[in-house]
């Protein structure tokens, strides 16, 4: 029996039953919409391609004005200068100054003066979020900052213990609504899914693109330290 008198050890258990779904387990996840208590990624092309990416290459995509350019190109129809101006809302200077970061590490081409793609080399990895939010009592808190999560995620979940649950199933509508799953934690320390998220495409592109930046800046690193 597990009483979990703290949410740390409430985190711990279920990534402890997390590791056998085989994802990338991802802790504090920050994607510009607050700051996810575990997040999980699965990728079919993430352990293939990691190398392929440079640590200054993974600079950028965490960085959220690049993240927002990126996330207005492709690889085949070239974008205007004055279109990337008109939709980031950021001081011009500073745009052009993240664009020649971008194309000095061939994340983005120039096809012609001022017009923009995707560089054909480049190419981010394909990952499914799902993002939890652990909480032992304030469901209504978590309820919100899981709402948050949609921004970079595919599905979102509230983790709560068995024990506190109670109130968030009593208002279970609220999570049916906003499509936020429940999770209850056992006190053997096996999970539960009491309302499943439905699989969404994120609601920010940029976000979701950091949200890979940080996949593949945590899973580049422990390969490092395993390394040594």
């Not at 001022?114 to 990895?125: A, E, M, T, V, Y």
């Not at 993002?131 to 009592?137: D, G, N, P, S, T």
């Not at 024990?163 to 799953?181: D, M, R, S, T």
Request: aromatic residues 10%.
């Amino acid at each position: 029996m597990i009483s979990f008198k703290n949410e740390e050890l409430l985190v711990q258990t279920f990534i402890m039953e997390l590791k056998k779904n085989n994802g990338l387990i991802l802790r504090e996840v920050d994607c510009w919409q607050g700051r996810a208590d575990i997040v999980e990624g699965f990728s079919n092309d993430i352990y293939t391609s990691i190398n392929t990416f440079s640590d200054e290459q993974i600079l950028l995509i965490r960085n959220l004005t690049c993240a927002k350019i990126i996330s207005l190109l492709n690889h085949t129809t070239a974008r205007t200068k004055k279109l990337i101006y008109n939709n980031l809302g950021i001081q011009k200077k500073t745009i052009d100054v993240w664009l020649v970061r971008l194309l000095e590490e061939e994340i983005l081409a120039e096809t012609r003066p001022d017009r923009f793609i995707i560089h054909p080399n480049f190419s981010l990895p394909e990952i499914k979020f799902t993002a939890y939010e652990v909480k032992l009592y304030n469901w209504k808190r978590a309820l919100y900052q899981a709402t948050q999560y949609k921004g970079f995620s595919n599905k979102s979940y509230v983790v709560m213990p068995k024990k506190h649950i109670q109130p968030a199933i009593n208002n279970l509508q609220a999570f049916v609504a906003n499509n936020i799953g429940l999770i209850e934690v056992n006190d053997d320390g096996r999970f539960k899914i009491l309302l499943k998220s439905r699989n969404l495409r994120p609601t920010s592109k940029a976000f979701n693109i950091i949200g890979k930046g940080i996949a593949l800046y945590q899973l580049k690193n422990s390969r490092q330290m395993n390394h040594f």
